[in-house]
């Protein structure tokens, strides 16, 4: 009896025991992806702090009157390459020392000044108080800073590189600092802003016509979570 006692305990034992696995097992199947979903989302939390902060220091520079339209070597885009280091704008030598703006990388800063357009404006175009942008926002210039393929801009119609051609009058629309030239943000319908409405506008109060705002947008690439999560994007911006 004492034996058969024995060998039916071992038998409860290793049963338990397979219980157990395939317990542990199913319960995997859960805290698994429930780890790898905090690790990621914690990491995204992080790298959209960063995003954000370079964001801001972007937007504030270009308001305060740093030059950010030079090449890419340039010391000012060098200077915001070296903040979003870590977020892949940057590219280095041998040394680990930043030498540029990475333009192939996984994000892309946006810098642009927009302006409201008053009908005074119109007339000293036109000698009239109408003209097609009068009372939109458009782009007075925007600078690209970083791969430019990502994305532009959540509120410019289209890119405007230096040199594009206004193909009425045949004339260069910007010039290679990214300004566009006066008078055609005011006549050409492709410089007004689309859905924008984060500044409110008033004769009598709140921000003025003609008067510039400087906005900075950047979006960085993330790669997801192979098998789980597919990978996306970080979109951030700023108006000063």
Wanted: charged share 10%; glycine share 10%; proline share 5%.
């Amino acid at each position: 009896m004492a034996k058969l006692g024995r060998m039916a305990m071992s038998k409860l034992k290793r049963s338990e025991s397979g219980a157990a696995m395939i317990e542990g097992a199913f319960s995997s199947l859960l805290f698994v992806p429930l780890l790898l979903g905090t690790l990621f989302f914690g990491s995204e939390f992080v790298t959209t702090l960063q995003a954000v902060q370079v964001t801001r220091d972007a937007g504030h520079m270009f308001a305060r009157g740093v030059n950010f339209t030079t090449s890419a070597t340039a010391s000012n885009q060098i200077l915001l390459a070296r903040l979003g280091q870590q977020l892949g704008l940057a590219t280095f030598d041998a040394g680990g020392n930043v030498t540029g703006v990475n333009t192939t990388g996984p994000m892309v800063v946006t810098i642009t000044a927009i302006q409201n357009v008053s009908p005074t404006a119109c007339q000293a175009m036109n000698g009239t108080t109408t003209c097609p942008n009068v009372g939109m926002w458009v782009v007075t210039q925007q600078v690209i800073i970083g791969n430019s393929t990502l994305r532009i801009s959540n509120y410019t119609q289209n890119p405007l590189p230096a040199g594009e051609m206004d193909a009425i009058t045949g004339k260069v629309l910007t010039t290679t600092s990214g300004s566009y030239t006066y008078p055609y943000y005011l006549s050409d319908t492709k410089f007004q802003l689309r859905n924008f409405n984060l500044i409110p506008i008033s004769d009598a109060a709140g921000f003025p016509h003609d008067t510039s705002a400087y906005m900075a947008e950047s979006f960085m690439q993330t790669p997801g979570v192979p098998g789980f999560i597919g990978g996306g994007g970080i979109y951030t911006h700023t108006i000063f």
